[in-house]
């Protein structure tokens, strides 16, 4: 039985940065109005439909 590896935040960036579903609770006009660790970046974990890495669109990202 192999392990699955947990994504990098570098993997959550890039995903998140191209999908068109990505929301936050912090969003205001498109800009993100929060900052985590210092950065404002989009990740896949900061995302609404996140859901512990159960997200279809993140699913599908990870397999291709």
Do not use: N
């Not at 929301?23 to 995302?47: I, K, N, W």
């Amino acid at each position: 039985m192999s392990e699955v590896q947990a994504a990098t935040p570098a993997e959550l960036k890039a995903i998140a940065e191209e999908c068109s579903e990505f929301s936050t609770l912090y969003e205001s006009g498109g800009q993100m109005t929060y900052a985590v660790g210092g950065e404002g970046d989009r990740r896949c974990d900061f995302c609404i439909h996140w859901q512990g890495g159960e997200c279809d669109i993140y699913q599908r990202e990870k397999q291709e």
